[in-house]
């Protein structure tokens, strides 16, 4: 980098998928000041859909690091379309894929989360199902074929790449509120988290403040939503929790990893 000069930026995507970030991201904005390099200068490019990963790295870092957060908004179903229009050309011979699947995919994907990875995976899905069933065109017919597979997917991908504690809270808000019927109270959250994380042999957190953590994690990455409680006269506030999607599919996700986990061991 000395030979080369000037700035070199390196651009991570997924960064929050890192072993072990705490050493990266201290040790690379050091590189000059440690004697790795002389005239060089670098800088990271971090990319992450998880907007609670800075929290979890430590303070020398983020003190090391001095970043600044760009946050970009989702796609709208517009937007999501020229994505899928630009990929559909490049990927089909002209009048295979008709505009109903593309806007389909759009409208499915942004009122999701927004995500052009699930579009797309839902129009080569969608492209799998016509050319199986020998249909000469791709349509939206294809589209709600491949719907609830993509979907689940998208969800066990989602999950999985949470850390295995944040995962054994949602599953046991999942539980807990299929059993009573409605939202849960974070104790009562508590009380099943353990008897999931026992289990699945795993030794759960010990306080009522982490689980709370990982609640609060849970709820800005979408997959819950909080409800407040104020108690008036009688002083204090508490929270009721339920998970914002199918309570069955999230629960058969989890068990699905587990059982992956427990078949690769």
């Known amino acids: 980098m000395d030979r080369i000069g ?6 991570l995507d997924e960064i929050d998928h890192l072993n072990d ?7 690379f904005p ?5 004697g790795h390099i002389e005239t060089a200068k670098v800088g990271i490019i ?3 859909n998880n907007y609670t990963f800075r929290n979890s790295l430590s303070s020398k870092v983020k003190s090391t690091l001095m970043e600044q957060e760009i946050a970009f908004s989702t796609y709208d179903a517009g937007e ?8 559909a050309e490049r990927a089909f011979i002209d009048g295979v894929c008709e505009q109903s699947a593309l806007s389909a995919c759009a409208a499915f994907a942004a009122k999701d989360d927004g995500s052009a990875r699930q579009a797309i995976d839902l129009l080569r899905e969608a492209a799998d199902a016509a050319q199986k069933a020998d ?3 791709i349509s939206n017919v294809h589209v709600e074929r491949v ?4 979907n689940r997917g998208q969800l066990r991908d989602k999950i999985d790449d949470q850390t295995m504690h944040a995962q054994l809270v949602l599953e046991a808000v999942a539980r807990q509120q299929q059993e009573v019927g409605g939202a849960v109270r974070t104790k009562q959250i508590q009380q099943r988290y353990e008897q999931v994380a026992e289990s699945w042999g795993q030794d759960p957190l010990t306080s009522l403040k982490s689980v709370q953590n990982h609640l609060d994690d849970l709820q800005m990455l979408g997959f819950l939503i909080r409800s407040d ?3 008036g006269r009688e002083g204090g506030r508490s929270y009721r929790w339920e998970v914002d999607m199918n309570l069955e599919t999230v629960i058969d996700v989890r068990e699905d990893i587990e059982g992956q986990e427990s078949a690769s061991s």
């Open 21 to 27: 970030p705490d050493a990266l991201l201290y040790e």
């Open 147 to 150: 719907r609830d597979r993509v």
């Open 6 to 11: 000037g700035t070199h930026l390196f651009v």
């Open 229 to 231: 409680e104020n108690h």
């Open 46 to 48: 971090g990319i992450s």
């Open 80 to 87: 999501l379309q020229t994505i899928l229009r630009d990929r």
């Open 135 to 137: 249909d000469g065109t």
């Open 30 to 34: 050091r590189a000059r000041a440690n």
